[in-house]
């Protein structure tokens, strides 16, 4: 296990963050050379003020028609989103590697709030694939690719859970945990998982023309 | 009736195991984690005697090793001292790894090094 | 333009008074002065559909149903659109034309003022009328209305083929061309738009769309090789005699002659292209970026902006300089020189030089008082109204026409004495 | 009271886009989308198709997907997906008839109201989506007969409707003459160079609806404005253009309108109650032109009337009795926030009003505007069916006592005499300045 481990966690990772790193960067970049290129009036409209504005209002659980709209879904969604973030980040024993591989600590949350936020996530994967199932809404714009991408978000978390509480094979399962987690990450910047990265972007634009020329809201 | 006989049994042997494996000091099994205020994960597996007959390890020192001015001192041991009397829980100012850094350094650290030995966190907070 | 020398150009100020004429008639619309600010004229209600013309105070002898678009021609007659009847007809000074209209409107005047041309309909007939005389031929539409600088020759864009209603196949095979003095381009286009004559007023070019899609210009009905995206009105060089046009290639615009672009330059719009008197230079409005506008002087754009508009591009007579109004959050000002003026109005009229070139003035408002601004000085003086000022051909003198406490003032200045 | 729009949705042939089907290879469609993806459009397309999660959340936004019992084809997203997401991942290699689908849902299944982007949590604008299509759409020739007809008035005599040069100023020397019977000294000013305002309207005004700029008159003269109208070409706002995606007509139009006002020396130009014209000036047409802004002012109709009344210019002789509710429409709400003044606009000249729900930026479209209701007849029918829920609204209004419904828009305001009638609803629909006309004070009358 030594070598397998030791590549996973090695030069795997190293390709994992830079392919993150470097995708959301090159992402950003061709974005901006495009808007540069071919719709320079985006720049002109851009609004810090609307555009953050818009983007808290939608930030706020309930702080939208719509999000109130769909009191299920908004609670779902935030919590999943929430915990996905939270949950790998403030992890103890992630913190830990990151601490012993380059002395960079944080503060990080108690194993047993880790392990409730994983549930919570993998509970919002499974409302998400039935949501995608049982709404004919949903369901119509669904193609194969919305259930591998659900898949891909969800690996990390089931293989890390299953891990953790070694249910069976623990040795494979951190090494499948461990290569999830690092194809997700390298699927973000190329998948429709980079709103990650967009959204905020998009959000800010439609909330600088709603405030800045329209002089309306958008929520 | 068979499923209720099948999980008492289960459950007096678990208590059963647990309390002969507290009991029995002289066989270290476990690296003791109740200095810990709020322990996350359970003790880490280690069979002292037979960890150090696999491993040749002959010098107490090699673990139970003494730094003084942030210098390791190569002739003294610590043995008598549990690791956290130097180690304490959190980080502190005078440079001492937390007590968590230290049995991580000392065992994994070594593991890695030597390429052998349990390195995935699992492997040695091994769930009862 | 009429002999500009033989005006009175004695320092000197006459009044003529105007708020007075309101006693005498029902009402009395807004007042034009004539080029050499010796008379002012307005439409006039005598009584219920009945209009005239009032000069100086002296109405018209004629009685019209209706009457508008009251305007001097630069040679200082003045016409006006006039309606008896039910029928329609030009009116220039109190003289009408012969021929009765269904409608005629779209006043042109020749450079020198001598012609004056109207778009007319006849029995829902259309064809330009130069002078009272109407085309021989007559379309069942028309529009841009064109009349030669000579003021020889009249143009316009004309339907040449009926289309059904909503028959969307027929429109887009083309149904449109323009007419020379009633004589109609070889070739049909889906749009013919904005003519522009030659200096001799023999050479017709427009901007045409070929299908739905291909613009280019047409040169006395035929099309240049190359199409574009999009093309706005050529003009003729007036002494190569080339056509020059914005065109638009992948997005972005430059100015091309004759069908190849010139300007290697590309922006994000261009329009406006005018030859300096001198025949060297071309200059055009252009956006360089998005949302910021400036001038280009063959090519080369300035690198003063304004974010807003800029209008009334003018080369100074010696082809030295040159001049657009400009406006900027929310002001106009000047644009002269790569520089923008300090004073700004909430309006503007279009800048005038002096013959030499040395002196640029122009009329701003704000909140319905105008000033005169020279050289960027704003002269102590405000109106009521205030019309575009004339420099004298030596450049000495500067003729000014305003109405101040409702009375007109021919004012003639000394020039040096403006700006001491 | 709204009946259910049940019926299973005919093929309906339209001459436009038959005319452009026919003869059109799969090659040249290819070579088409691939103009529109690849070269002119940029980075929303590219961002907004990559950040879609599909996550139809948009649904509840549109009103033909609630009118039609949430049927899933509808949602907005739902027709991005039946157009570009298909045209994308087939690299453009689709078929005529997929074509002729995608002309039909981006012209005649959305009108562009933006409510759905109000409702995507990531702000994707669908609205710029559906003009992409309708893009592509214009660039292949499958316009729908009707509205491509209007974008032919537009480029051939510079407005809507096909108006003649002559008959814009005979039409408004005629109001003025009508007005005079009832105001002597009224006058609507044609060329008046240097006048505050340019007063600009729509191409159906002198053709069908001269009496609105019989209204207008009145209102300007009692206010006493110094205001003005051009003789020329420019004096229509409108822009179907920008509909059928002919971008080029459209920046000509515009720069047209603009450049009158220019001309004309005015401060500013008041629109009549119009809406689409307003997204045209302010967000589409003045943009293809490089103009960050409008370049000359220009306010609506309803930001005019609203200083009028504040400032005291007109005066209310007797509010309006009748109880009257109001349309919020999409342009000059969603689109310029005038939502707040429309309602003080209206509680200035009447004595009750009734608030639709949802209301404001919330509104649900007439489902006349974005261009649906100038696809014209063969149409109108798909667009009754597909706004029951608008029927539905003002219904539970009339309910609550509305008896006139105010709709600041043309395309609203037919478009809601269509639903009016359809639905039999029996409301009486107005503009504001119907009601201003007969409300306000006339010295001099």
């Given at each position: 296990?030594h ?6 966690t ?7 963050f830079v ?5 959301l ?5 061709q ?5 540069r ?8 409209y851009m609004?810090?003020?609307?555009g953050?504005?818009?983007?808290l209002?939608?930030l706020?659980?309930?702080?939208t028609?719509n ?8 609670i779902?969604t935030f919590a999943?989103h929430?915990?996905?973030?939270a ?5 103890m ?10 002395g ?5 949350l108690p194993?047993?709030?880790?392990d409730?936020?994983t549930?919570?996530v993998?509970?919002?994967a499974?409302?998400?694939l039935v949501?995608?199932?049982?709404r ?5 714009v669904t ?11 969800a ?10 509480h070694?249910l ?6 951190l ?24 959204a905020?972007?998009?959000?800010a634009?439609m909330?600088s023309e ?10 | 009736?068979?499923?209720f006989?099948?999980v008492?049994?289960?459950?007096a042997?678990?208590?059963?195991w647990?309390?002969?494996t507290l ?39 090699r673990?139970h090793?003494?730094?003084?001015d942030g ?9 008598d ?5 130097c180690?304490?829980?959190t980080?502190?100012?005078?440079g001492?790894?937390?007590?968590m850094?230290?049995?991580h ?11 052998k030995?349990?390195i995935?966190?699992g ?5 009862p | 333009?009429?002999?500009v020398?033989r005006?009175?150009w ?5 009044t ?10 029902a009402?009395?619309?807004e ?14 209600n ?6 005239s ?14 009457a508008?678009?009251l ?10 659109l006039v ?10 000074d109190g ?12 006043t042109?005047?020749?450079a ?8 007319a309909?006849q029995?829902?007939?259309?064809a330009?009328?130069?002078d009272?005389?109407m ?12 009349l ?15 289309i ?7 429109f ?8 020379l003095?009633g ?5 049909a ?5 904005h003519?522009?004559?030659?200096a ?5 070019a ?14 006395d009905g035929?099309?240049w090789?190359r199409?574009f ?12 005699g080339a ?22 330059q ?5 329009w406006h ?17 998005y ?5 280009a002087?063959?090519g080369?754009?300035?690198?003063t902006t ?16 040159v ?8 002001r ?5 020189d790569?520089?923008?003026w ?19 003035a122009?009329?701003?408002?704000t ?6 601004v020279v050289?960027d000085?704003r002269?102590?003086?405000?109106y009521?109204a ?11 003198r500067?003729?000014?026409?305003g109405?101040?406490?409702?009375t ?7 020039v040096?004495q403006?700006l001491a | ?7 299973e ?11 452009g089907?026919a003869?059109l290879?799969?090659e040249?469609i290819?070579?088409v ?8 459009s940029?980075a929303?397309?590219k ?6 999660v599909?996550?139809?959340?948009c ?7 609630l ?9 907005p997203v ?5 157009t570009?997401?298909?045209m994308i ?13 995608a002309?039909e849902i ?5 009108n562009l109201c933006?409510?759905c ?9 669908i609205?710029y989506?559906?003009l992409?299509?309708r893009?592509?759409?214009h660039?292949l020739g ?18 809507q409707?096909w108006?003649k040069?002559?008959e814009w100023?005979d ?15 009224l ?12 007063y ?11 009496q609105?700029i ?9 206010a ?8 020329t ?5 409108s822009d ?9 007509v459209?920046?000509?139009i515009?720069r ?13 130009i ?8 307003f ?12 103009w960050r ?7 609506h ?8 009344l504040t ?6 002789a ?10 919020d ?10 939502h707040h003044?429309a309602?003080e606009?209206?509680?200035?000249i009447?004595e009750?009003?009734v608030e ?9 479209c007439?489902c006349a505007g974005?261009?649906v ?7 109108k ?6 706004n029951?829920?608008k ?9 609550r ?11 609203c305001?037919s ?9 039999e ?8 300045g119907?009601?201003?006309?007969e ?5 001099g009358?």
């Amino acid at each position: 296990m030594h070598p397998i481990y030791g590549w996973v966690t090695g030069p795997l990772t190293w390709i994992a963050f830079v392919l993150f790193f470097g995708g959301l960067l090159y992402r950003l970049a061709q974005l901006l050379v495009l808007i540069r290129r071919k719709e320079p009036f985006i720049f002109s409209y851009m609004s810090f003020k609307y555009g953050l504005r818009s983007i808290l209002h939608w930030l706020l659980p309930f702080g939208t028609v719509n999000w109130r709209l769909h009191p299920v879904m908004t609670i779902v969604t935030f919590a999943f989103h929430i915990c996905l973030l939270a949950a790998p980040i403030f992890l103890m024993a992630h913190a830990l590697l990151f601490e012993e591989a380059w002395g960079l600590g944080w503060p990080s949350l108690p194993d047993v709030v880790a392990d409730g936020m994983t549930m919570v996530v993998m509970a919002g994967a499974v409302f998400f694939l039935v949501r995608r199932i049982v709404r004919p809404e949903v369901r119509f714009v669904t193609s194969t690719s919305d259930y591998l991408l659900l898949a891909l978000v969800a690996a990390p978390f089931v293989t890390g859970f299953i891990a953790y509480h070694q249910l069976f094979a623990y040795r494979w399962m951190l090494v499948a945990h461990i290569v999830s987690g690092q194809v997700l990450l390298v699927a973000i910047p190329f998948t429709r998982l980079v709103h990650m990265l967009f959204a905020p972007l998009t959000r800010a634009y439609m909330g600088s023309e709603f405030g800045g020329v329209r002089h309306a809201v958008d929520w | 009736m068979k499923p209720f006989v099948t999980v008492l049994l289960a459950v007096a042997c678990g208590v059963l195991w647990s309390t002969t494996t507290l009991l029995a000091q002289e066989d270290m099994r476990t690296v003791p984690n109740d200095v810990f205020m709020a322990p996350q994960r359970p003790p880490a597996v280690f069979v002292h005697d037979e960890h150090n007959t696999a491993a040749g390890i002959d010098e107490c020192n090699r673990c139970h090793h003494v730094y003084r001015d942030g210098q390791l001192v190569e002739d003294e041991s610590s043995e008598d001292y549990r690791c956290s009397d130097c180690h304490a829980e959190t980080d502190t100012d005078d440079g001492m790894p937390a007590l968590m850094d230290a049995f991580h350094g000392n065992c994994k650290q070594c593991h890695l090094e030597k390429g052998k030995g349990p390195i995935m966190c699992g492997e040695c907070h091994q769930r009862p | 333009m009429a002999d500009v020398s033989r005006w009175d150009w004695e320092i000197g100020t006459k009044t003529i008074p105007f708020d007075a004429w309101k006693a005498d008639f029902a009402w009395v619309e807004e007042p034009y002065i004539s080029p050499d600010g010796e008379r002012i004229a307005a439409v006039v209600n005598i009584d219920e559909a009945q209009f005239s013309v009032c000069v100086n105070g002296q109405p018209w002898d004629g009685i019209f149903d209706k009457a508008w678009y009251l305007r001097f021609s630069p040679d200082g007659r003045l016409s006006v659109l006039v309606s008896e009847d039910g029928e329609w007809t030009v009116a220039v000074d109190g003289e009408t034309w012969p021929d009765r209209y269904g409608y005629v409107w779209n006043t042109l005047f020749s450079a020198d003022g001598a012609h004056i041309a109207a778009a007319a309909q006849q029995d829902m007939a259309y064809a330009m009328a130069l002078d009272g005389v109407m085309w021989e031929n007559r379309f069942s539409n028309m529009t841009h209305f064109a009349l030669s600088p000579d003021g020889r020759h009249t143009a316009a864009t004309v339907q040449v083929k009926e289309i059904g209603e909503a028959d969307i196949a027929r429109f887009q095979a083309g149904c449109y061309s323009a007419a020379l003095d009633g004589e109609v381009w070889d070739n049909a286009f889906t749009n013919v738009w904005h003519l522009a004559f030659s200096a001799d007023g023999t050479r017709l070019a427009a901007e045409v769309r070929q299908g739905l899609y291909d613009y280019t210009i047409a040169v006395d009905g035929r099309p240049w090789e190359r199409s574009f995206s999009s093309v706005w009105q050529p003009i003729f060089h007036p002494a190569s005699g080339a056509v020059i046009a914005p065109v638009r290639l992948d997005g972005q615009w430059t100015l091309a002659a004759d069908g190849a672009p010139i300007w290697p330059q590309r922006f994000v719009q261009a329009w406006h292209q005018q030859v300096s008197p001198d025949g060297r230079r071309l200059a055009a409005i252009v956006s360089p970026r998005y949302g910021y506008w400036t001038l280009a002087l063959d090519g080369e754009s300035w690198r003063t902006t304004v974010n807003e508009m800029i209008m009334d591009l003018r080369f100074s007579p010696d082809s030295r300089r040159v001049a657009a109004t400009a406006k900027h959050d929310g002001r106009w000002t000047l644009m002269v020189d790569d520089g923008l003026w300090r004073q700004g109005f909430d309006q503007v009229r279009a800048p005038v030089f002096s013959p030499d070139g040395r002196l640029v003035a122009m009329v701003g408002e704000t909140e319905g008082r105008f000033a005169l601004v020279v050289n960027d000085h704003r002269m102590p003086q405000s109106y009521q109204a205030l019309w575009q000022p004339v420099f004298s051909p030596d450049g000495t003198r500067m003729l000014v026409r305003g109405i101040e406490k409702g009375t007109y003032r021919r004012q003639v200045l000394a020039v040096d004495q403006l700006l001491a | 009271m709204a009946q259910s729009a049940k019926s299973e949705a005919k093929q309906i042939v339209d001459p436009g886009i038959e005319k452009g089907a026919a003869g059109l290879t799969e090659e040249r469609i290819q070579a088409v989308i691939h103009r529109v993806l690849k070269g002119e459009s940029g980075a929303r397309l590219k961002v907004y198709v990559d950040t879609c999660v599909h996550c139809g959340l948009c649904s509840d936004a549109c009103h033909y997907y609630l009118s039609h019992d949430k049927d899933p084809r509808y949602s907005p997203v739902a027709k991005v997906k039946q157009t570009l997401w298909e045209m994308i991942r087939r690299d453009g290699r689709v078929s005529v008839d997929f074509m002729r689908r995608a002309a039909e849902i981006a012209h005649t299944e959305c009108n562009l109201c933006k409510r759905c982007a109000m409702y995507c949590p990531f702000g994707i604008d669908i609205a710029y989506l559906m003009l992409v299509v309708r893009r592509i759409v214009h660039l292949l020739g499958m316009t729908p007969q009707y509205i491509q007809d209007t974008a032919h008035s537009h480029a051939a005599v510079s407005n809507q409707m096909w108006v003649k040069p002559d008959e814009w100023p005979d039409t408004l020397q005629w109001q003025e003459e009508e007005a005079r019977g009832e105001i002597p000294t009224l006058r609507i000013p044609l060329e008046k160079e240097g006048a505050d305002i340019m007063y600009s309207v729509i191409g159906p005004e002198p053709k069908f609806q001269a009496q609105l700029i019989y209204q207008a008159a009145m209102i300007m003269d009692m206010a006493g404005v110094n205001w003005t109208m051009p003789a020329t070409a420019g004096w229509d706002n409108s822009d179907m253009a920008m509909y059928t995606g002919d971008n080029e007509v459209m920046g000509r139009i515009k720069r047209e309108h603009f450049e009158t006002a220019a001309r004309l020396r005015v401060r500013r130009i008041v629109m009549g109650e119009c809406g689409h014209a307003f997204r045209s000036v302010y967000d589409v047409g003045n943009r293809w032109l490089g103009w960050r802004i409008p370049p000359i002012p220009i306010i609506h109709a309803i930001e005019f009337y609203h200083e009028l009344l504040t400032s005291g210019k007109i005066r209310v002789a007797k509010k309006f009795q009748t109880p009257v509710t109001i349309h919020d429409p999409c342009n000059v709400v969603r689109g310029a926030g005038l939502h707040h003044m429309a309602r003080e606009v209206a509680h200035a000249i009447c004595e009750e009003v009734v608030e639709m729900y949802p209301n404001c930026e919330h509104n649900y479209c007439c489902c006349a505007g974005g261009g649906v209701i100038n696809c014209g007849p063969p149409w109108k029918n798909k667009r009754i069916e597909g706004n029951r829920v608008k029927a539905d609204q003002l219904a539970d209004a009339k309910i609550r006592g509305a008896k006139v419904l105010i709709a600041p828009c043309h395309n609203c305001h037919s478009g809601l005499e269509d639903i009016n009638h359809a639905y039999e609803l029996g409301l009486d629909i107005k503009f504001f300045g119907d009601i201003i006309y007969e409300v306000m004070e006339k010295p001099g009358a």
